[in-house]
C-alpha cells in the first residue's frame, strides 16, 4: 500500500519568523512519515535556530548560505533542486514571499526555490497586518497564479500579542496537505471512492436520540487509505471528534435517511462504495416535537425499521452505476460467518468486511481491528489483529487490484 512521503526528497526552507521553532516538529514528523527531509536556512532563520537541530531531527545535513558560498556553491542549489520531490517554505515570512514573487534569489532558500521544478508549497507566518497588507497580499496572488500551492495562515495569538490571520498552520496539518498533494498520480488518481462512517442517530425529541456506539475510526481510516492512493473521497459522516482527513469532500448527516439520500447521490460516478457506518436499524415512529419532561414519565417507544442503504443500493445500482463495487461491514456478536454471508448475498456485496464486537481490540472506539474479509466468488480472509489503518490499507488494495484486473 502507498504512503505518499515514503522515500520521497522534500527540501525544507525556513525563513526568519519566529515561528520557526515549529519547523523543527514538522522536520521530525515529515521524517516520522519516511520522507527523507534536508532543512535550508535563511541566514535570519538562523537567528531563531541552529543547523544541529535539523541535523539530529532529520539524520540529514542542515545547509545555510555558507553552502552556497562554500566550495560546491555555483551547483549546490542546482542539485538540491533536481532531486526533490518537493519544496516546502514553513515557516514563510513576508520578505520572502516578496522575493519569490519577484524572482529575487539572494540567499539559498530564495535560489533554490527558483531552480526547483517541483511542486512548491508555502506555509506564511507573520503579524497578521503584514499579511492583509496590500504588497503582500498582491505577491500571494502572483504566487497562486504561478500554480504555488499555500497552506495557511490561520487565525489565532499571535508573536505581537494580538489576534489575527497570520500565525503558522500546525505542523499535523502541514504533513497531511503535503501528504495529498504527493499523492496526486496514485493507483487510484481520479477515481471516486465514497465512504460512510460513524453511527447515525434517530431523534425521540428534540434533546434525545437513538444511535450506536461507533466512533468512525474505521471509516475515517478507509477515506485516508484512499486519499493516499490518489483518489478523490466522498466521506459521508455522522458529527464525530475525529480529524477530517485532508482533501475528502465531506458530506455530514445525522439520520440513517440523510446518510441514504446523501449516498445516493454521490454513487453514480463511483468506483466503489465503502459502507462503514453504522447505520441504524430502527427509528421512532413520531419523535417528539418538545422535550419529554422527566415528571411525566415515558413509557414506551414506538419504533419503525429504516430503509436499507445497502439494498436499495443493490436494486438500483444496474440503472445508475453498474460497474459501482459495493463493500458493506458486519458488527456481528452471534453467528458471526452466518449472519454475514447472509447479508454478503443478500445485499449483493463484493466484499463483507465481518468482526465480532464483543472482542475488546476489535470493537467500537478502539484504534485496532480484526476482521475477516468475504468475498462475493465465495472465497474469504481472515486477517489478524492489526491497526484500522491498516484494514483499511487491506480493502484499498483490493480496489486497486481490481483495476488492475
Given at each position: 500500500m502507498s504512503n505518499p512521503l515514503e522515500n520521497k526528497h522534500i527540501l525544507l526552507g525556513i525563513t526568519g519568523s519566529i515561528a520557526a521553532y515549529k519547523s523543527a516538529e514538522l522536520a521530525s514528523k515529515l521524517t516520522q512519515a519516511g520522507a527523507n527531509v534536508n532543512?535550508?536556512?535563511?541566514?535570519s532563520a538562523e537567528k531563531f535556530v541552529s543547523p544541529l537541530t535539523f541535523q539530529s531531527l532529520t539524520g540529514n545535513k542542515c545547509f545555510t548560505d555558507a553552502d552556497l558560498w562554500g566550495g560546491e556553491g555555483h551547483?549546490?542549489?542546482?542539485?538540491?533542486?533536481?532531486?526533490?520531490?518537493?519544496?516546502?517554505?514553513?515557516?514563510a515570512s513576508a520578505n520572502t514571499i516578496a522575493k519569490l514573487a519577484h524572482g529575487i534569489a539572494d540567499n539559498l532558500v530564495s535560489i533554490t526555490a527558483l531552480a526547483a521544478r517541483c511542486p512548491l508549497v508555502i506555509v506564511p507566518a507573520m503579524d497578521a497586518g503584514m499579511f492583509t497588507h496590500p504588497a503582500t497580499q498582491d505577491n500571494v496572488k502572483v504566487l497562486k497564479s504561478r500554480g504555488i500551492t499555500f497552506i495557511g495562515p490561520v487565525e489565532g495569538h499571535l508573536a505581537s500579542g494580538l489576534e489575527g490571520q497570520g500565525r503558522m498552520t500546525e505542523p499535523q496539518d502541514i504533513v497531511n496537505q503535503v501528504s495529498w498533494i504527493l499523492s496526486q498520480g496514485g493507483p487510484l488518481t481520479g477515481r471516486k471512492i465514497?465512504?460512510?462512517?460513524?453511527?447515525?442517530?434517530?431523534?425521540i425529541d428534540p434533546i434525545r436520540v437513538i444511535s450506536n456506539r461507533s466512533s468512525g475510526k474505521q471509516g475515517y481510516a478507509i477515506a485516508q487509505a484512499a486519499l493516499d492512493s490518489g483518489a478523490k473521497v466522498t466521506l459521508i459522516t455522522t458529527p464525530t471528534a475525529l480529524p477530517i482527513p485532508f482533501g475528502a469532500q465531506i458530506v455530514t448527516v445525522r439520520t440513517a435517511e440523510e446518510m441514504r439520500k446523501a449516498v445516493l447521490d454521490n454513487i453514480p460516478e463511483a468506483l466503489a462504495l465503502i459502507m462503514t457506518?453504522?447505520?441504524?436499524?430502527?427509528?421512532?415512529?413520531?419523535p417528539q416535537e418538545e422535550k419529554i419532561k422527566k415528571e411525566k414519565g415515558f413509557k414506551e417507544i414506538q419504533l419503525e425499521n429504516t430503509t436499507d442503504i445497502l439494498l436499495e443500493v443493490a436494486n438500483k445500482k444496474p440503472?445508475?452505476?453498474?460497474?459501482?463495487?459495493?463493500?458493506?461491514?458486519?458488527?456481528?456478536?452471534q453467528d458471526i460467518f452466518k449472519n454475514a454471508q447472509k447479508k454478503l448475498e443478500s445485499k449483493h456485496l463484493?466484499?463483507?468486511a465481518v468482526n465480532?464486537?464483543?472482542?475488546?481490540?476489535?470493537?467500537f472506539g478502539t484504534d485496532t481491528n480484526q476482521v475477516s474479509l468475504l468475498f462475493a466468488n465465495g472465497s474469504s480472509e481472515d486477517l489478524p489483529l492489526m491497526k484500522k489503518s491498516e484494514v483499511a490499507e487491506k480493502i484499498i488494495q483490493t480496489l486497486i487490484n481490481w483495476l488492475a484486473e
Amino acid at each position: 500500500m502507498s504512503n505518499p512521503l515514503e522515500n520521497k526528497h522534500i527540501l525544507l526552507g525556513i525563513t526568519g519568523s519566529i515561528a520557526a521553532y515549529k519547523s523543527a516538529e514538522l522536520a521530525s514528523k515529515l521524517t516520522q512519515a519516511g520522507a527523507n527531509v534536508n532543512v535550508l536556512l535563511t541566514p535570519s532563520a538562523e537567528k531563531f535556530v541552529s543547523p544541529l537541530t535539523f541535523q539530529s531531527l532529520t539524520g540529514n545535513k542542515c545547509f545555510t548560505d555558507a553552502d552556497l558560498w562554500g566550495g560546491e556553491g555555483h551547483i549546490v542549489h542546482v542539485q538540491l533542486a533536481r532531486t526533490t520531490d518537493l519544496m516546502l517554505i514553513a515557516p514563510a515570512s513576508a520578505n520572502t514571499i516578496a522575493k519569490l514573487a519577484h524572482g529575487i534569489a539572494d540567499n539559498l532558500v530564495s535560489i533554490t526555490a527558483l531552480a526547483a521544478r517541483c511542486p512548491l508549497v508555502i506555509v506564511p507566518a507573520m503579524d497578521a497586518g503584514m499579511f492583509t497588507h496590500p504588497a503582500t497580499q498582491d505577491n500571494v496572488k502572483v504566487l497562486k497564479s504561478r500554480g504555488i500551492t499555500f497552506i495557511g495562515p490561520v487565525e489565532g495569538h499571535l508573536a505581537s500579542g494580538l489576534e489575527g490571520q497570520g500565525r503558522m498552520t500546525e505542523p499535523q496539518d502541514i504533513v497531511n496537505q503535503v501528504s495529498w498533494i504527493l499523492s496526486q498520480g496514485g493507483p487510484l488518481t481520479g477515481r471516486k471512492i465514497v465512504v460512510t462512517a460513524g453511527g447515525t442517530q434517530e431523534a425521540i425529541d428534540p434533546i434525545r436520540v437513538i444511535s450506536n456506539r461507533s466512533s468512525g475510526k474505521q471509516g475515517y481510516a478507509i477515506a485516508q487509505a484512499a486519499l493516499d492512493s490518489g483518489a478523490k473521497v466522498t466521506l459521508i459522516t455522522t458529527p464525530t471528534a475525529l480529524p477530517i482527513p485532508f482533501g475528502a469532500q465531506i458530506v455530514t448527516v445525522r439520520t440513517a435517511e440523510e446518510m441514504r439520500k446523501a449516498v445516493l447521490d454521490n454513487i453514480p460516478e463511483a468506483l466503489a462504495l465503502i459502507m462503514t457506518a453504522a447505520v441504524a436499524d430502527f427509528r421512532p415512529i413520531h419523535p417528539q416535537e418538545e422535550k419529554i419532561k422527566k415528571e411525566k414519565g415515558f413509557k414506551e417507544i414506538q419504533l419503525e425499521n429504516t430503509t436499507d442503504i445497502l439494498l436499495e443500493v443493490a436494486n438500483k445500482k444496474p440503472k445508475i452505476n453498474p460497474g459501482l463495487r459495493v463493500i458493506g461491514f458486519a458488527a456481528e456478536s452471534q453467528d458471526i460467518f452466518k449472519n454475514a454471508q447472509k447479508k454478503l448475498e443478500s445485499k449483493h456485496l463484493d466484499i463483507i468486511a465481518v468482526n465480532d464486537i464483543t472482542s475488546p481490540v476489535a470493537g467500537f472506539g478502539t484504534d485496532t481491528n480484526q476482521v475477516s474479509l468475504l468475498f462475493a466468488n465465495g472465497s474469504s480472509e481472515d486477517l489478524p489483529l492489526m491497526k484500522k489503518s491498516e484494514v483499511a490499507e487491506k480493502i484499498i488494495q483490493t480496489l486497486i487490484n481490481w483495476l488492475a484486473e
